[in-house]
């Protein structure tokens, strides 16, 4: 039933420049990504060269400057290419958002000569980035970590572990929030850290429910020295860099959830209307019809609210609580597009021959990454009703 397969989505794009550019990552994602990601999944293998294709092919830089070889595109086309992306597999959107969220604080706070020394190679040199602010005891408290960097002379010398590190291990660039002064969020400036410093090591990637082919990983700064041409900002202005960062990076994981949760939906749309029951497509019978019904309409109203709050970042204007609401009910939908996918496919969903039940364990970690949505419900209620009282 021809009529009834799954077609891409149909996408508002500002431009005819953003058309092509989706053109591409559809064709990149159809013909690169897509065809190996259950097995590369199932094997834990990082696909390290198709982020490199990706490089040669301007996504790893879209919402930056040209001028540093980033693609000038606004945040509603970035995000919607990473949602393209996230459709063929979620490592593969996951990996570019976080790469993103790396290259950020150098972008937005850097000095003019950090940038071009550092930003071409970052955005379009083949490099790939990781970002460091959790540690093992400071995930959703992350003010009160204790990574610690000194000053030694005309030097900067890092001390400490960050948790929960994607890319940890084999990222080109560390962006490493670090103690330099008092407790608390006044007291942690950012820095740019190469991969192969001295004395920077990764432990073993974490055994995960999910996104298996995703490095996660403890890295250790064991007196790590970076000059001070490598600080990006101002001293005790890194935990700011470090909200800043994370207000678009939860807009990349709404992007991710809403690509993760219409990959479910197109897999269960195509499972049922060729699966056949009583002499007809299971798509026939009304309490399928409306669970397909249901999937369709919390996928659409997720990409309208994070392309909602993307415009206003593009407009210059406040946009963390809608960041929040984004990342909170995109990654919800998420789990429960994919769990209603698995149970559209019945004993099959539960295999590992159909991808809906990795789709499924995929979609947990996005409701725990870059806050975890009990996180997303605070800033959320802060914007309404003001701090908590003390």
Known sequence: MPDRAPQPVDRQLPTDEARDLISLVRDIAQREVAPKAAEEEDAGRFPRELFTLLSEAGL??????????????????YLQVLEELAIARLTVGLGVSVHTLASYALAAYGAKEQQAEHLPAMLGGGLLGAYCLSEPAAGSDAASLRTRAVRDGDDWVITGTKAWITHGGIADF???????????PRGITAFLVPGDAEGLSAAMPEKKM??????????????????????????????????????????????????????????????????????????????LRFMLADMATQIEAGRALYLSAARLRDAGRPFAKQAAMAKLHCTDTAMRVTTDAVQILGGYGYTADFPVERFMREAKVL???????????????RHLAGPEAR
């Not at 790893?60 to 086309?77: F, K, M, R």
């Open 60 to 77: 790893l830089g879209l919402p930056y400057d040209a001028e540093y070889g980033g693609g000038d595109q606004p945040y509603e086309v």
């Open 174 to 184: 560390y962006t490493v929030m670090a103690r330099t002064g008092e407790e608390g």
């Open 210 to 287: 999910g996104m298996k082919g995703s490095p996660t990983a403890q890295v250790h700064f064991d007196g790590v020295r970076v000059g001070d041409d490598r600080r990006i900002g101002e001293e005790g202005q890194g935990f700011a860099i470090a909200l800043s960062a994370l207000d678009g990076g939860r807009l990349g994981i709404a992007a991710c959830a809403i690509g993760l949760a219409q990959a479910a939906l197109d897999e269960a749309l195509r499972y049922a209307t060729e699966r056949r029951q009583f002499g007809k497509p299971i798509a026939d019978f009304q309490g």
């Open 367 to 381: 409701q725990i990454v870059e806050g975890t949505n009990q996180i997303q419900r605070m800033v959320i209620a």
